[in-house]
């Protein structure tokens, strides 16, 4: 239990007024911006109305675009158990009866079954505690606290088209200021306070130019082997042992659970990643695809996929796609190269999670 009173409660509202903190910083920034370039760049300083013209259009085109980024509980009786019960064996047999026909496959490094004793619920696959949020997060990538959010399955998609968008944004900015900035230390601009504000612009755009491009970059890796933060750092640990490449389809299949299959809505602020972000189809390899293959290794990786029981349970139609084959649960001939489980189930739910 966490503590309550006076004292505990005022803090926790400190917490919440310095959590916005970025937030604000980053406003403000952007207000500026938009006051330095439109107004002291491409009005004051600017001598060409064509070029005053394609630059205000232009600029306020990817300001617009910039600015559109937008349950596992257990039951009462089971609860009741579950504190009754001490920590141990007897504890971790409880949420095993009551886990037994839910679609996770993930554990804790000991093994055990992952539950938050915060929100009193077994984790589903991928999901985690945001000590900050102090809630559940479906499919945690980090807390970003530029946008005092949590990143996770309800909103990865526009994190990153807030990370392209941002770089675009930033990329334009220093590119049509940079001969102005130029001018500026050859004493090529008029003496008036544009200047600065043109200087200063520059060094922001380029400035932040680089650190997107970075974020980006990692985050478009992240993507194409389909990782979060958090299992990027520490792999996922299955009924089998760790599988860093666990949720691994291929490049193509793990774009699409991001995006959608709908290309025409990749670059749009449009929720349309597949799945439901409680469960996720699996590749259960051991051996990481990046590195040669040996007769050892896929023994001991048919060995343990062969000591693997799935649950007769069917995909979701909107995962069985992103598999090669539509296999069976239950198939029993297994080959170890290929992706096997996905998993489902519409009568559970979760609480919805921002």
Known sequence: MAPSGPGSSARRRCRRVLYWIPVVFITLLLGWSYYAYAIQLCIVSMENTGEQVVCLMAYHLLFAIFKCIPQFHLSYAEKDLLEREPRG??????????????????RTMSGAIRYCDRCQLIKPDRCHHCSVCDKCILKMDHHCPWVNNCVGFSNY???????????????FIAATDLQYFIKFWTNGLPDTQAKFHIMFLFFAAAMFSVSLSSLFGYHCWLVSKNKSTLEAFRSPVFRHGTDKNGFSLGFSKNMRQVFGDEKKYWLLPIFSSLGDGCSFPTCLVNQDP???????GLNSTAKNLENHQFPAK????SQSHLLTDSQSWTESSINPGKCKAGMSNPALTMENET
């Open 157 to 171: 998609k526009f994190f990153l088209l807030f990370l392209a968008y941002s770089l675009l944004y930033c990329l």
């Open 314 to 317: 069917p995909l979701r139609e």
């Open 290 to 296: 990046e590195q040669a293959s040996t007769p050892a």
């Open 89 to 106: 064996e007897a504890h971790q047999e409880v949420l095993r009866r009551a886990a037994k026909d839910l679609p996770i496959y993930t």
